[in-house]
């Protein structure tokens, strides 16, 4: 028995990283996030969709109508071209899934811990990020503002709802965001079989060449 | 029967009725309530259309509601939201006889396929200066007004064919034609006899853009054309007209028309002369009237002036026209929803002449001909008269159909709804209805298939039915339950102007499919101001063209300065919000004009002559935002000679 090739990654899970890389570039073909705006003069609600590359309008015209709103509070303008994380988003999931593609051909179980370590680093880094973009988007507010409300800011919540004035925000990740966590858990596993439950196989395998 | 003895029967009939029905109370049986509940928030099962008379517009209402929805502006200059005011509406107010701000709407017709309703467009007409107005019912908006040329006076108008092929307006008020035709003629009244025409419009309608056209015109004696219908099903290429005054009176009509027993009706087949009017019969004449269509891409109104028609003689369509022996001064004609039926309102009596559609073309097929009239004519009385039905009331005037083998009629002296078997001809119930109705309908009741358990009455006196608003006040319209045997009255209504006429689609025909605003990016309007940055303030001599913004809650420019005593200045005002039901409005202190109101991405645009120096106010109208009260601005008039150049902006000094 070759212990060597077992520090390779095994078939199975090659396929099961190949998977997940591709799982990634969903985010191409569905929101990441989706915050959702009802109000009494809203009961068809306002919302938009966060996209890895734009911020879309949920229903049309969502966006003009959210920034005529929000204008009265002071809140700058919802502007897609100005969200710089927008920009670079796209390659940063591109390269994951080029990464993980990468661990998945050359079967490289370091591959396999650099793509799992940055694809973490991202999800976590965007997160962060969306969550200073909306604490920005919600406490930035213009000093000349017509409605101020002493200690009121406006920041949407991250997950989940909140009462804002007269509006009820929800925010809520959206397919591409499930897609790229589904990802995840798949090369976690992966990675867990590979340097737990397989490392322990390698034990044994060594522990009998020994009394061999 | 004479009328007194028949109104005796009548009377009599209604007495014995009452007497035993406690459901034919004046205010209506007790659950009543709860079929015309309509719960907050929820929507009402039909759109009822109602023309307003003078009003010159058509109301909506919701049934079984009752609950006024909205106001069409149709041939009336409406300061409300500046139809008719508003330079981009103002053309469909134009006629050969000039700017016609006011007209009076009498007839409804939706456009059908297939004999049915379809929710493409209302068709509606005006009686006084003859036009006929298509209603886009996705927008609520009158996209084309066509005046009809060579005609008095239309009351029997715009009936519609069963796909929509072709409106009829018939003239009411004969005029003097002259020979060879044109615009007008200046002869004595009292030559009417000899010089005054009658005139049968047949308006094609594009089925692509609804885009209306005199196709052809019939020239017929000189009577009032009352009302008319297409036919349906197997009669559906005939259309149908009453007519009173055959006497040919000028003056005094209620008594010198009213002179014969019987009066004629008029039958056209109008596919047949319609392939003869295309095969080039008859004579093209110049006659000038107007044609004012929205532009889709713009939304802006231009008149065409027409010039020329095409009139058909009697003689050039043999065989396809023909007079039917009627009851005296008849008002409604209604076809049953199978087609083989024509009922007429005996206005003057107490009966309704049914005819069978069969009857008439066997007439035809024998030539069972008594004599002519102008050439036209006139087919056997004993032999196209299917039935009378007796007692239907004093002053029968409009007839509907329940698709269950009954038609209903109005009958206005003796104030009732009278409801008989289209088979047998016996009334089978009768209800008072308060008071003196004119038209009625059941949903869907000109069409193939009624699909309504409703009635309407459109009543012309009201009196004591609400809180008295004065000497003047609304007309009353009943709406009643006829699912069962007994007709049962459910509610009053109050409506604006004297609705003539009224139709009513379903719901699901209309209300998917809305417009609830414009596609900014989609407005040609030539004036259009898409973003703030490119509002402008330009002046051409004399004119001056500010191109404004309005957005919550302001506009831009809001300061203008430059403006003189004597410039003409044209407001183009666009609503940049990209939402539903957010209008904003215009008005400026002492503009001799109207307010604007303008939806979400639309332009509309105002003339302003200032006469006087000054700083002029104005501001938003439309209570848009919490901000409204402060969506204002000011414009500096200077004098005459003075040269303040043009200055403008919004948060910055000029």
Request: aromatic fraction near 10%.
């Amino acid at each position: 028995m070759n212990i060597s090739k077992h520090k390779t990654i095994s078939k199975r899970n090659r396929v099961l990283i190949a998977i997940a890389s591709v799982l990634l570039l969903a985010v191409f073909l569905f929101p990441l996030w989706q915050i959702r705006m009802q109000a009494p003069q809203y009961p068809e609600e306002l919302g938009l969709n966060i996209w890895v590359n734009t911020i879309k309008s949920l229903h049309p015209h969502n966006i003009q109508s959210i920034n005529d709103l929000n204008h009265y509070i002071g809140m700058k303008p919802i502007d897609p071209h100005s969200v710089p994380a927008l920009k670079f988003l796209p390659y940063i999931m591109v390269g994951l899934c080029l990464l993980g593609l990468s661990a998945a051909i050359f079967a490289k179980r370091f591959l396999l811990t650099t793509w799992i370590v940055t694809a973490l680093g991202a999800a976590v880094g965007g997160l962060i990020d969306f969550h200073k973009w909306e604490y920005n988007y919600g406490h930035h507010l213009n000093p000349h503002a017509a409605i101020k409300i002493p200690g009121m800011s406006y920041q949407p919540p991250l997950i989940g709802s909140k009462q804002l004035l007269n509006i009820h925000a929800m925010s809520y990740p959206h397919i591409g965001v499930i897609a790229v966590g589904v990802s995840i858990i798949i090369g976690i596993y992966v990675w867990i079989n590979e340097y737990v439950q397989r490392n322990d196989k390698i034990r044994d395998l060594k522990s009998a060449q020994r009394i061999g | 029967m004479s009328l007194l003895t028949g109104g005796m029967a009548v009377l009599l009939a209604m007495f014995m009725f009452s007497a035993c029905s406690s459901n034919d109370s004046k205010t209506g049986n007790n659950d009543a309530a709860n079929q015309v509940y309509i719960p907050p928030g929820k929507h009402d099962q039909f759109y009822s259309f109602m023309s307003g008379g003078w009003s010159g517009n058509v109301s909506v209402y919701g049934i079984p509601s009752g609950r006024h929805l909205y106001t069409i502006p149709v041939f009336s200059q409406t300061p409300m939201n500046g139809y008719g005011y508003a330079s981009e509406t103002k053309a469909l107010l134009n006629t050969s006889s000039g700017f016609v701000p006011w007209g009076d709407t009498h007839h409804i017709q939706p456009s059908k396929t297939d004999g049915m309703y379809d929710g493409r467009w209302i068709f509606v007409n005006d009686r006084n200066t003859p036009r006929i107005a298509r209603i886009n019912l996705k927008t609520f908006r009158t996209d084309e007004t066509l005046e009809i040329p060579n005609t008095g006076g239309q009351h029997a108008s715009p009936f519609c064919s069963s796909n929509t092929e072709y409106l009829s307006a018939a003239s009411e008020y004969s005029i003097p034609l002259p020979k060879p035709m044109g615009n007008g003629v200046d002869v004595p009244i009292s030559s009417y006899k000899k010089n005054f025409h009658g005139m049968i419009s047949m308006v094609k309608v594009n089925q692509h853009n609804g885009h209306m056209k005199v196709d052809f015109q019939i020239e017929v004696p000189p009577f009032d054309y009352d009302l008319g219908r297409f036919g349906l099903g197997e009669s559906k290429n005939w259309v149908f007209y009453t007519d009173y005054n055959s006497e040919e009176a000028h003056s005094l009509l209620e008594v010198n028309a009213s002179q014969k027993d019987k009066d004629l009706v008029l039958a056209i087949n109008w596919k047949k002369a319609a392939a003869i009017a295309h095969q080039g019969k008859g004579t093209v004449v110049s006659t000038d009237y107007d044609h004012n269509i929205v532009n889709p891409r713009t939304r802006w109104a231009k008149t065409t002036v027409e010039h020329k028609v095409r009139v058909l003689q009697p003689s050039d369509i043999k065989g396809a026209m023909y007079f039917l022996p009627g009851p005296k001064s008849p008002h409604g004609i209604n076809v049953s929803p199978s087609g083989k039926y024509i009922s007429i309102g005996g206005k003057l009596s107490s009966t309704v002449t049914v005819y069978s559609y069969n009857d008439i073309q066997n007439a035809i097929k024998n030539h069972d001909v008594t004599k002519t009239v102008d050439g036209i004519p006139v087919l056997s009385f004993k032999n196209v008269e299917a039935k009378q039905v007796k007692k239907a009331g004093l002053g029968p005037l409009h007839i509907e159909y329940d698709g269950k083998g009954y038609g209903y009629n109005t009958a206005f002296i003796s104030s009732e709804i009278v409801k008989w078997s289209l088979k047998t001809g016996k009334v089978v119930d009768r209800h008072a209805s308060y008071y003196s109705p004119g038209h009625l309908t059941i949903p869907g009741g000109d069409t193939r298939k009624p699909y309504g358990k409703y009635l309407i009455a459109l009543n012309k006196i009201t009196k004591d039915r609400y809180l008295p608003t004065g000497p003047e006040m609304f007309a009353g319209e009943q709406l009643f339950d006829i699912s069962g045997d007994r007709m049962k009255l459910l509610l009053d209504f109050p409506v604006e102007g004297e609705p003539h006429n009224v139709a009513e689609l379903p719901a699901s025909l209309i209300d998917t499919g809305q417009v609830k605003y414009f596609d900014l990016s989609k407005n040609h309007n030539p004036y259009v101001t898409r973003k703030e940055k490119d509002a402008k303030v330009v002046r051409k001599g004399n004119r001056v063209d500010v191109y404004m913004t309005a957005i919550r809650s302001h506009f831009v420019p809001d300061n203008i300065e430059g403006i003189k005593v004597g410039d003409e200045v044209h407001f183009h005002i666009t609503n940049l919000e990209q939402e539903w039901d957010i209008p904003h409005g215009f008005a400026l202190k002492g503009m001799q004009n109207a307010g604007l109101l303008i939806i979400p991405g639309d332009t509309r645009s105002i003339v302003w002559k200032p006469k006087k120096i000054g700083v002029y106010p104005f501001y938003c109208t439309d209570f848009c935002s919490a901000l409204h009260q402060e969506m204002q601005g000011y414009v500096r008039v200077s004098p005459r000679n003075s040269d303040v150049k043009i200055k403008y902006g919004t948060n910055k000094d000029l």
